[in-house]
């Protein structure tokens, strides 16, 4: 069947569709091409950030000089671990449990675990600074720490889930048939098995975490600051090639970790 | 509701309690309209070193029977003894009972060995015990070759075996399969209802077997236990469930058979004379007081009929059709009442019978072969 105005017969297929071409490459540029400019000018020699003069390294040295940057970067990766790995810990008995539990309600907590994925973040972010502050809490680092532990959580439970739902439920059966109590259970049979979806959890928490502005903005206080709050400063008083480096690093960072997540994912899959 | 034959039970008279006591057993599994009642008041005996199987359709409870044994659900009521000592409240870790799962449930993150040496490292064995009892279980099922193996680099037949090792290493009291056939294709099917049955000789452990697979049942059983719709109906040697179907679901479940009405013979004859409307008398010697004066169902197999030209004595019916089968041959014919009935003679040059569509034949069948069903 052939349909008036198309060249190729029409058979339903998206691949037929004119136009599709320049629509994906459009869509591919506005995603990438400011990131690809963003990286490129990061090892511009001139100090305006738009006019490219020659290739240089300073800016990355720049980076590594600055103290300050230095000190974000270190309360980042430290927010980051900490936040992360107390996430994934809570998710992980928590999907443990959702998976072999039967229980009244099990559907609504499910969706509850997941629902701060689809909340604006502003909003428990408000709410938890005024939870803190009705607590009397100083705000800092811990106060950070908690909130984005928070809402690591739903990162981190439902790789761990999915993983779960994919294991045969007859597999904690027969560790228990063969003797193996509900601990020797998890350890030696449901660990390892889940294990690729902790790894990916863990990594997916990470990276959100370590990317965060606005739960750290309304939570952070002195000696909080961020990588993502001191960049947010810096392009206040104007975007420099420093800027550029130290965004370039972070994406390189994130990369390596996605990378490692999906590669454990294609594992866990064989 | 107890079945079973309390007269000539070896174990019994040694003494020894039987591998399985249950009473009572009810299991229901959701509540209010939705409540379903998987087991309805099952008593069952298993004697030492027997092999039983469990057959049924599905749905008909087996499955939930075998899995309250294991402790992987808790009756709603009843008890269970395991040699005399009551398991109801031991969770599944402790009892010494070992399953082998439908679809094997192998670990896939262990090699062949450390599946099989899995129960015994649980149960904290020393180490060099551990070891030569894997070797052992791995000659067993002929899979000393694989031991290095991963669970996903080996085929069915041999994931099967695994099982059936890793079941059987702890050395259980009990040994439960759950359909563990099913899986499998004919040819290796075969092999293995052989090899089951060998392993189940050589170690001397009782085994519970599952299956919907009637011939599988009458192959290998010691006893069989019919079950339907949460009940258990009847318990016997593969021979007494064929030769000897008490209920009308057994008989129709497990090969072929022609089912008739019969009424009470008119004249004053012994117990067990019948008469078929507008056919004639039959006699019935199934062992069982017949009350007279009832009207039953008898259960005939087609193997058990003789054809012949009709002759006084000989019960009439009608050819309405004939399948050649090879080994033998099937004659389909009608009685006078129209009861359609089916008659399986066996194919030999001597005895071929040459009876055609719309012949006028006379059948007869030996008393003996003749069972009276529960009517329910």
Redesign the interface.
Known sequence: MSLPGFKKPYKGDARHWPGLFIATGCFFAYVYLPIIILIILSFNENRTVTVWTGFSLDWYAMAFENRDIIRAATNSLIIASIASISATILATLAATRMATDKFKGKTAFNAMIALPITVPEIVPAVATLMFFASLGFTLGLGTVIIGHTIFCIPFAYLPIRARLEGM?P??A??????????I??FY??TL??ILPGILSGLILAFIISLDDFVTTFFLGGAGSTTLPIYIFGLVRTGVTPEVNAICSLMLLLSLVLVSLSLFLGREQSR | MIIGDAVADPAKSTGQPDAIAATSLIKVFGAGDSAFKALDNVSINIRQNEFFTLLGPSGCGKTTLLRLI???EQPTSGTILLNGENIIDL????RP???V?Q?Y?????MTVAQNIS??LE??NRPKAEIKTNVDEMLSLVRMESMAGRRITEISGGQQQRVALA??LA?KPKLLLLDEPLSALDLQLRKDMQLELKRLQLETGITFIFVTHDQEEALTMSDRIAVMDKGQILQVGTPRDIYDRPQHRFVAGFIGEINLLQAGPSGSAGEPGDYAIDQTGPIRVQDGKVAQQGQSVTLAIRPECISLSLPAEGKLPGTISNVVYHGTDTIYHYTLPNGAAMRARCQNSTMTTLPFVAGDAIGWSVDPRSVSVLEDK
């Open positions: 045969d007859r597999m059966e027969a560790a228990a048939d063969l003797y193996a109590n509900p020797r259970a030696r049979v390892p098995q | 294991a402790g992987f969770p599944p870790f402790k009972v070992n399953t799962f679809n449930a192998l670990f896939p993150h899995f129960g649980m149960q890793r079941a702890p």
